[in-house]
């Protein structure tokens, strides 16, 4: 564990706080930033659809339910509630306003009523810096886990999934690639469909209940929310315990058209070097990818193209 929160922030406004990469740290990654628009969706999604999901995976992938759903703490929660992790290439949060307190403060360094205590440079304090009181995103009885928080995680809420480009989702090439999408066993994980629970379920430890307008919807996320050892693996542990070292939540692929860099550390530029990666539980996944014929490949990756 890193001394001074979760990750080495590339600048500083002070040289004398710059973070950096210490000797001996041979655990670390590039991480990309995440896409968080129709993120409202996710968080709606029961707990029991994501075990569903999970179940349906264990006769062609092996393991167990726990080996892919990890359950984490519910920060807003007023009692100790565990729930399905969904969010973060770990799945290390489950609520919208969990991850956006987590993401204020290790992101942007701002503390707020769920995260109040300000991190450090590397062990090294950064008062002299810093001289506004903490919680800096303060509680008001409106917003009592923080006004920005509150007001990033009611943004998120209100954003639309990402749209699929109609035109070339209906080229032959892409609808071919769909059906091969299925049939070699991408959607395994890529999740096609998912239904969010209904309007007026409770949710977060009894602080959220499901609107109308995320209730029982249909999405595709082509995406699991679940987390898998595909040999990509950081070796970084968050919410998930030792096990969840090298697993990796499934990239859900709406919107995948508009990334230049993919996979959890942006090392693949192209859909056929993000595929070529896949090993472990997607292994035999990728074996029968690599055998489909040139057209076959290219009408898969029209339909990627189309996401
Ligand atoms: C066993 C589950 C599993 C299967 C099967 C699987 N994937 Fe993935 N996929 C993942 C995981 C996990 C990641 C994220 C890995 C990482 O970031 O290190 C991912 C990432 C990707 C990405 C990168 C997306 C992004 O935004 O960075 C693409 C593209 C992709 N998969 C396509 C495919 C295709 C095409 C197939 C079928 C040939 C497939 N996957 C089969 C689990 C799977």
């Known amino acids: 564990m890193l001394s001074g929160g979760s990750l080495i922030n590339d600048r500083t406004i002070d040289p004398s706080i710059q973070e950096h990469v210490s000797y001996g740290d041979e655990v670390r990654t590039f991480r990309t930033s995440l896409n968080t628009?129709?993120?409202?969706?996710?968080?709606?999604?029961?707990?029991?659809?994501?075990?569903?999901?999970?179940?349906?995976?264990?006769?062609?992938?092996?393991?167990?339910?726990?080996?892919?759903?990890?359950?984490?703490?519910?920060?807003?929660?007023?009692?100790?509630?565990?729930?399905?992790?969904?969010?973060?290439?770990?799945?290390?949060?489950?609520?919208?306003?969990?991850?956006?307190?987590?993401?204020?403060?290790?992101?942007?360094?701002?503390?707020?009523?769920?995260?109040?205590?300000?991190?450090?440079?590397?062990?090294?304090?950064?008062?002299?810096?810093?001289?506004?009181?903490?919680?800096?995103?303060?509680?008001?009885?409106?917003?009592?886990?923080?006004?920005?928080?509150?007001?990033?995680?009611?943004?998120?809420?209100?954003?639309?999934?990402?749209?699929?480009?109609?035109?070339?989702?209906?080229?032959?090439?892409?609808?071919?690639?769909?059906?091969?999408?299925?049939?070699?066993?991408?959607?395994?994980?890529?999740?096609?469909?998912?239904?969010?629970?209904?309007?007026?379920?409770?949710?977060?430890?009894?602080?959220?209940?499901?609107?109308?307008?995320?209730?029982?919807k249909i999405i595709h996320p082509f995406g699991d929310f679940l987390i898998h050892d595909i040999g990509t693996g950081d070796g970084i542990v968050q919410n998930g315990g030792p096990a969840t070292r090298n697993k990796m939540r499934t990239a859900p692929l709406w919107g995948v058209r508009t990334r230049s860099r993919l996979m959890h550390d942006g090392n693949s530029t192209t859909f056929i070097d993000a595929i070529s990666r896949h090993g472990g539980e997607a292994g035999d996944v990728r074996d029968t990818f690599v055998r489909l014929s040139d057209t076959e490949k290219r009408q898969l990756l029209a339909f990627l193209s189309s996401l």
């Not at 129709?38 to 080996?67: K, W």
């Not at 973060?88 to 609520?95: D, F, L, M, R």
């Open 37 to 216: 628009l129709g993120d409202g969706f996710v968080e709606c999604i029961d707990d029991g659809t994501l075990q569903s999901i999970a179940a349906a995976q264990i006769p062609s992938l092996g393991g167990t339910i726990a080996d892919k759903l990890i359950m984490v703490p519910v920060l807003e929660a007023r009692t100790p509630t565990l729930r399905a992790g969904r969010f973060g290439w770990k799945n290390q949060h489950a609520s919208l306003i969990s991850f956006s307190a987590d993401a204020y403060l290790n992101e942007v360094g701002i503390t707020s009523p769920l995260q109040p205590t300000e991190n450090t440079s590397m062990g090294n304090s950064v008062t002299v810096f810093d001289k506004v009181p903490d919680p800096e995103d303060p509680a008001k009885p409106s917003a009592p886990f923080g006004v920005d928080v509150e007001a990033f995680a009611r943004f998120i809420r209100a954003t639309k999934v990402p749209p699929r480009d109609a035109t070339l989702a209906a080229t032959p090439d892409a609808v071919a690639g769909s059906t091969l999408f299925d049939s070699i066993g991408c959607a395994i994980c890529h999740t096609r469909d998912i239904v969010t629970a209904p309007a007026g379920t409770m949710s977060n430890g009894h602080t959220f209940t499901v609107p109308p307008a995320l209730g029982n």
